[in-house]
């Protein structure tokens, strides 16, 4: 069996790529990374090599491309269960706050853009982008009633959960935000994770600049 591949775009700006990668750095997959710079003249005929979607992550296994980031968090849970809370109804709200990150907060994702080297840029947000914000908080606080006790993430240990908001926690401390303190506590933790430190430099290294991506001021 040969080592699987992660085909992803720039670590400075892809949210996308980051969530499948992070969780494949917590679960121990030895696994090698593709890099496809975004927004270039050639990055849909790239990455087409790899997955007729045209789009990153594709994570590939055994010859078998796998897209889409909760597609591959679910595959990658086949095999590594405890990515998802053991209690059900535990297991159910997560998935719930996953697909919605999966499928929401458009205001957040246009008006605030992950930026690795973005830290507490200034920025006007619309109300819908305020709401979105207070939304993802108020399901952070709600984690804390299926907390396992066993760790400080979402649901006590690491989960598909905390890495679908990890790029939230690159966007809340990108720009300078009004923030309930119990969010700050959580990003500051999830800041010091090493894989999340190690990605972000990375990007933060990065010598592309995509303009639509650069957000606030300094």
């Given at each position: 069996m040969s080592k699987p591949t992660l085909v992803i775009g720039n670590k400075k700006y892809s949210s996308w790529s980051l969530r499948p990668w992070l969780l494949l750095k917590h679960s121990g997959i030895d696994f090698d990374e593709i890099r496809i710079p975004l927004d270039?003249?050639?990055?849909?005929?790239?990455?087409?090599?790899?997955?007729?979607?045209?789009?990153?992550?594709?994570?590939?296994v055994d010859g078998h491309a796998i897209w889409d980031s909760l597609a591959i968090a679910e595959s990658v849970a086949e095999s590594h269960p405890e990515l998802w809370p053991e209690d059900p109804v535990a297991r159910a709200f997560a998935r719930s706050m996953v697909a919605?990150?999966?499928?929401?907060?458009?205001?957040?994702?246009?008006?605030?853009?992950?930026?690795?080297?973005?830290?507490g840029r200034q920025i006007e947000i619309s109300a819908a982008a305020l709401s979105d914000i207070?939304?993802?908080?108020?399901?952070?606080?709600?984690?804390?009633?299926?907390?396992?006790?066993?760790g400080s993430w979402l649901f006590g240990r690491f989960s598909i959960a905390d890495a679908f908001y990890a790029p939230v926690v690159v966007r809340f401390?990108?720009?300078n935000l009004p923030l309930h303190k119990a969010t700050r506590a959580y990003c500051d933790m999830a800041l010091q994770d090493a894989h999340l430190r190690n990605w972000m430099a990375d990007g933060e290294a990065e010598s592309e600049v995509l303009d639509i991506e650069?957000?606030?001021t300094v």
């Open positions: 270039t003249p050639e990055f849909k005929e790239q990455v087409r090599q790899y997955s007729g979607a045209a789009r990153v992550p594709v994570y590939i919605e990150m999966h499928s929401g907060f458009t205001a957040l994702r246009s008006e605030l853009p992950m930026n690795c080297a973005a830290h207070q939304r993802i908080e108020t399901l952070w606080q709600q984690c804390a009633a299926y907390h396992d006790g066993q401390q990108g720009y650069e957000a606030g």
